[in-house]
RNA sequence: GCGGGCGUCGCCAAGUGGUUAAGGCAGCGGCUUGUGGCGCCGCUAUUCGGGGGUUCGAAUCCCCUCGCUCGCCCCA
């Protein structure tokens, strides 16, 4: 077992895992249908200038964590980091614009070449969001509720919605040179990332982890107060916009977020549950990108849910309440039946019996292993099965199948309960026993 | 890229220099050729992530390496 093993930060869904992932796809597609966005499927491979272009050469998902490597005929590709450049560089190729706005949701595995740890591999998973083609505040208010009510759908209390707004370029370039100057003669107060950045990205020093740097901000110029009149006018309209759907945030001074394109509404949605990696969902405003990458000027917004870090939310707040929405989503499907059988006719019979119904709409487990009764039950209980349904030589003879119910509470009190005859050559009344006493699987 | 913690069976582990590496769970087989929850019995690591060294003797000490994990940076 030393040689195949996975690469580092990739992870293996096992069978016990997927009905989450599963249940929360499916939510997240019937939200989306609801909403009237539809689908979007990019390739997992690009070329490198795509993001370098899109996501900011200065930045770190571009300057040290992707995944790129010459191909054979020595183009530079890259697995994506993220899903807005993707989607933006499919839609311009595909002239989706000419046909109006266009509301698109994705979902996939992302790579980024980190260092794994808590909620964060190299492969991991996002769902998003864009809304391309509208600047109205309306749609900023709309996509945030998107994700928050997705989230709050799949069980999520707890949750934290902080906004801020980066304003346009223009305001950004007068706060950056306020900033700059103000923290040039303290340099010596900050920590040594924030020095390095104070060149290359100053406005990454406003959510500096370091308590010194953050203690020191207090006293620095306020993004808010470079803002342009358009611009406040702009934050207080989306914060209208959410206050009518109750929908709870805090401003944040300090987001600024760590890709280039955001302009304008910033926000994350995070849990105080997650650790270190504690944001569950980042996006903004990206009302320059478009043209960035060759398109005309369009405005647009989007987000991203990281879906392991949501899974890990989940299933803390499954354990916290057991009996909880976000519990239930986790569930696993147990079959129907579980078919015992032994005997050669009996085998061929119980085969014939188990695609019956299956194409009834019933889950079957059918034993294939021609072992002792005792075991194939043993096995049958295992399964979480709520019925066995039992084939033998006998119930060949007899033309009668034996139906037995799982649940051990009936074993002795109730017989007739219990277990159950039925012919073997209709199984209408088999599938009838089974329809009218039909219930939930046991075992969650 | 930089720090901390950890690597003994599929999983959880005891063992911290002395001759056969506890135990539990799961799995398989039996008690019980055709009837499941319980019980009892048996089986399942020539080997302790890998390599090298010290020693009469190493899972236990030293060096190197690989892997996992948590954190920093950054992000979902």
């Given at each position: 077992m030393n040689h195949l093993k996975k690469l580092r930060g990739m992870v293996d869904l096992l069978p016990e895992q997927t009905p989450i992932w599963q249940a929360i796809e499916s939510l997240a597609r019937t939200h989306f249908v609801r909403a009237g966005i539809s689908e979007i499927r990019t390739p997992l491979l690009e070329a490198t200038e795509l993001f370098s272009k899109g996501i900011g050469e200065e930045t770190d998902v571009v300057g040290k964590e992707m995944?790129?490597?010459?191909?054979?005929g020595e183009r530079s590709c890259?697995?994506?980091?993220?899903?807005?450049?993707?989607?933006?560089?499919?839609?311009?190729?595909?002239?989706?614009?000419?046909?109006?706005?266009?509301?698109?949701?994705?979902?996939?595995?992302?790579?980024?070449?980190?260092?794994?740890?808590?909620?964060?591999?190299?492969q991991f998973h996002q769902l998003g969001v864009e809304f391309i083609g509208l600047n109205q505040t309306r749609s900023d208010a709309e996509v945030i509720a998107l994700a928050w009510n997705l989230l709050q759908d799949l069980g999520l209390n707890n949750l934290e919605l902080e906004i801020n707004s980066l304003g346009d370029e223009e305001d950004r370039k007068t706060f950056r040179s306020q900033l700059v100057n103000w923290l040039q003669s303290r340099e010596s107060a900050l920590d040594t990332d924030s020095q390095k950045r104070l060149l290359q990205n100053p406005l990454r020093i406003l959510d500096s982890k370091n308590s010194q740097t953050q203690a020191?901000?207090?006293?620095?110029?306020?993004?808010?107060?470079?803002?342009?009149?358009?611009?406040?006018?702009?934050?207080?309209?989306?914060?209208?916009?959410?206050?009518?759907?109750?929908?709870?945030?805090?401003?944040?001074?300090?987001l600024v977020r760590g890709l280039d394109y955001y302009d304008q509404t910033a926000f994350e949605i995070t849990s105080p549950q997650l650790g270190a990696q504690s944001t569950v969902c980042g996006g903004g405003r990206y009302n320059?990108?478009?043209?960035?990458?060759?398109g005309p000027p369009t405005p647009a917004i989007g987000w991203a849910i990281g879906l392991e870090r949501l899974i890990l939310l989940i299933q803390?707040?499954?354990?916290?309440?057991?009996?909880?929405?976000?519990?239930?989503?986790?569930?696993?499907?147990?079959?129907?039946?579980?078919?015992?059988?032994?005997?050669?006719?009996?085998?061929?019979?119980?085969?014939?019996?188990?695609?019956?119904?299956?194409?009834?709409?019933?889950?079957?487990?059918?034993d294939c292993s021609s072992g002792a009764f005792n075991k194939q039950f043993k096995r049958a209980n295992r399964s979480g099965a709520r019925w066995a349904l039992v084939i033998g030589d006998d119930e060949m003879r007899t033309g009668q199948i034996r139906l037995k119910n799982l649940d051990h509470?009936?074993?002795?009190?109730?017989?007739?309960?219990?277990?159950?005859?039925?012919?073997?050559?209709n199984l209408e009344s088999l599938m009838e026993s089974l329809r009218t006493q039909a219930t939930p699987n046991k075992n969650n």
């Open positions: 995944y790129s490597f010459l191909d054979r890259t697995l994506r980091p993220e899903g807005t450049a993707s989607v933006i560089r499919a839609v311009l190729e595909n002239g989706l614009l000419n046909k109006g706005m266009q509301r698109l949701w994705y979902a996939g595995p992302m790579f980024r070449y980190e260092r794994p740890q808590a909620g964060r591999q190299r020191l901000l207090e006293k620095a110029p306020k993004l808010h107060s470079s803002l342009s009149k358009e611009s406040q006018k702009r934050f207080a309209s989306v914060q209208i916009h959410l206050q009518a759907l109750d929908i709870p945030f805090k401003i944040n001074d300090r320059r990108l478009i043209e960035q990458l060759g803390q707040i499954s354990q916290e309440n057991p009996s909880g929405k976000a519990a239930l989503l986790s569930k696993i499907n147990h079959p129907d039946i579980f078919l015992i059988n032994k005997g050669a006719d009996a085998e061929k019979k119980a085969l014939v019996i188990s695609q019956e119904l299956r194409a009834a709409g019933f889950i079957v487990e059918l509470s009936l074993k002795q009190n109730d017989p007739i309960q219990n277990e159950q005859l039925h012919p073997l050559n």
